[in-house]
């Protein structure tokens, strides 16, 4: 087992890594930005280096200085979090380069499946269902006058370097389609650095569903069961539940074998979450891979009863699953509400100093966070401030938890998205279970 680990990252996610290698009796180093100095997560460590200015791209994407750290402190591994430097494929390849074990994927994986046109080629080889479109290497413009007749619009162009809703638009007939091919093109060479592009047919309206997969060093591999992430503004998830109310049990074991088969077969290592797309006639079908512990991975723990971060450092130290697929039970149901910094309506960011906080709990009320009284929300990173997770036997009750453990929540000082959860778990579609991507375009 590891001796220390440095915790490239901030905020509750760093708190929470922290935490969990108490657990593991593993030492913590974790870094920090000149305005962070006062953060929880730096509170917590046992050791902890100031990398820079508020800029990330100074700071928490400084790679020479978080190498430099970890050599300096003798880190033997490094947890990346989620965001910043998780998905960098460069960066996992120079821990591997400096023996310094980057918690996560092998290097190999992150590039292979933060390319999102080889990934599906990639699901396609291993007999996931994918969206039928074109994600060759070749120029889609050749391919769309024969492919798009049998497909029929509207279509979806993806940039193959974006992912999470990033560089994307929907293409309405041949005119939109040739025009938009040239615009995301554009767009992702300027924002990526690669100018790659793919396309599929656009599905209506489709529930937003993913699988965990954990996978050790040695071969084994099993999934966790499914995320619903289907409440979200803009690809930024907002409210997410486990598991998916209208999933049965067959399409849970067809969804999950699938995602934890392609895995395995292609060498990953570590937590990984398949995203895929539920149609309303109940098919699945892969969207992308996401290389990273992921911002919603609690409710996950509360269902299953597994602790993914420890899970996460003892694959990377070497050791072998300790439970095979039929050890998993989902158990009862846990939703997750990110409370943003932000207004309610406007989603306008609201950073500024917390005057007043008062936090729930109770018997199956989470919060992971990392603010405090008269912590100041500073306006240089995301704004989530923290994840309200409730479990309970089954969704009414869990629902019901939620809304008051909501009601309690309050921070002073500066607007969140508090109210605005208020407002989604009492509409009745959300009720109803009955609702998917578009729920947010539709209702509010
Ligand atoms: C789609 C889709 C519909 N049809 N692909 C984009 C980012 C990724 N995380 C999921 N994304 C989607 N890909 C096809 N062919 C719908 C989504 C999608 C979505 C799209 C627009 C607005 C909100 C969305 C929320 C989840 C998924």
Known sequence: MFKKVLIANRGEIALRIIRACKELGIKTVSIHSTVDADSLHVRFSDESYCIGPAESSKSYLNIPAIISTAEV????????????????????????????????????????????????????????????????DGDPKKNAQKLAAEIGYPLLIKAAAGGGGRGMRIARNQKEFEDYLQVVRTEAELAFGNGEVYFEKYLQNPKHI??????????????????????????????EEAPCSILNDSLRKKMGAA?????????YKNAGTVEFLLDENGDFFFIEVN?????????????????????????????????????????????????????????????????????????????????????????????????????????????????????EFHVGGIHTSIPFHLKVINHPQFLSGNYNTGFLDSNF
């Open 291 to 407: 290389t990273r512990i992921q911002v919603e991975h609690p409710i996950t723990e509360q269902v299953t009863g597994i602790d993914l971060i420890k899970e996460q450092i003892k694959i990377a130290a070497g050791e072998k699953l300790q439970f095979t697929q039929d050890d998993i039970k989902i158990k009862g149901h846990s939703i997750q509400c990110r409370v943003n910094a932000e207004h309610p309506e406007t989603f306008v960011p609201s950073p500024g100093k917390i005057t007043s906080l008062n936090i729930p709990g109770g018997p199956g009320v989470r919060v992971d966070t990392g603010i405090y009284g008269g912590y100041q929300v500073l306006p240089f990173y995301d704004s989530l401030i923290a994840k309200l997770i409730v479990y309970e036997k089954d969704r009414p009750a869990a629902i019901a938890k939620l809304r008051w453990a909501l009601e």
């Open 210 to 239: 993913e699988i965990q997969v954990l996978c050790d060093e040695y071969g084994n591999g099993v999934h966790l069961g499914e995320r619903e992430c289907s409440i979200q503004r803009r690809h930024q998830k907002l409210l």
């Open 259 to 267: 995602a934890v088969n392609a895995l395995k077969s292609n060498g």
């Open 73 to 136: 402190s003798n880190a033997d591994a490094i947890h990346p979090g989620y965001g910043f430097l998780a998905e960098n494929p460069d960066f996992a390849e120079i821990c591997e380069n400096c023996n310094i074990k980057f918690i996560g994927p092998p290097s190999g994986q992150v590039r292979a499946f933060g390319n999102k046109a080889k990934a599906k080629s990639l699901m396609e080889k291993f007999g996931v269902p994918i969206i039928r479109g074109y994600h060759g």
